[in-house]
């Protein structure tokens, strides 16, 4: 595995140009990444005809809690692995909750997908650096990252699509451990900026 991270210098006003153009105009960092995060996961939800002002409130219960949450984290709350495995399980299991409590049919595999990515985005803004506690974030998973973890990593494809997956110690950690257990050299989120988008230039071909 390629370890190596190629850094390179960016016109300040072209790499503002391209945050606008993918995650409109930012205000505010946090709404910025949650709601380009709930993008990537929300044609996977059933409202059953739940009207947009609802949706609109769902998503803003959740925007005010994961910011209120995401802005705690630090090397002195999160001192090891475990400390931010129960700290993410616990902000999945609010965000599936919360759609949940308002008869949403709302799984494990949904709220990560949208923890994770906005986690990632806040990284990509520039907005977080994660400092001290990088290396415990997750990845976000999705097809691409199945595809590629059993190409590169050798770890098998799951039979459940992802936004299925309701067991999160039982299905969700154990995933995500064998991910730790194969990328060793390197954060796991950074292994999947780098194989993520191999695999999307590599569907894009197809």
Request: proline share 4%; hydrophobic share 35%; glycine share 4%.
């Amino acid at each position: 595995m390629n370890t190596e991270i190629t850094y390179t210098t960016v016109d300040t006003d072209a790499l503002d140009f391209l945050k606008v153009i993918y995650f409109g105009v930012i205000t505010n960092p946090y709404e910025a990444a949650i709601k380009r995060a709930y993008l990537d996961m929300n044609r996977t939800i059933r409202f059953n005809g739940m009207p947009e002002e609802k949706r609109t409130e769902l998503r803003t219960s959740v925007t005010a809690m994961l910011e209120k949450e995401i802005r705690l984290l630090s090397p002195e709350i999160i001192t090891s692995q475990k400390e931010y495995d129960s700290w993410h399980h616990a902000r999945c299991t609010e965000i599936r909750s919360l759609y949940r409590d308002n008869g949403i049919e709302f799984h494990y595999g949904q709220s990560q997908k949208w923890l994770n990515m906005m986690i990632k985005y806040l990284y990509m803004i520039g907005e977080c650096t994660f400092d001290g506690i990088f290396e415990f974030l997750h990845v976000p998973l999705d097809n691409y990252v199945f595809d590629v973890a059993q190409k590169e990593l050798g770890i098998s494809r799951p039979k459940i699509p992802w936004s299925r997956w309701d067991d999160y110690t039982g299905q969700y950690e154990i995933y995500q451990n064998a991910l730790r257990s194969k990328i060793y050299e390197y954060p796991p989120l950074r292994w999947e900026f780098k194989y993520w988008m191999k695999e999307a230039r590599q569907h894009s071909l197809e």
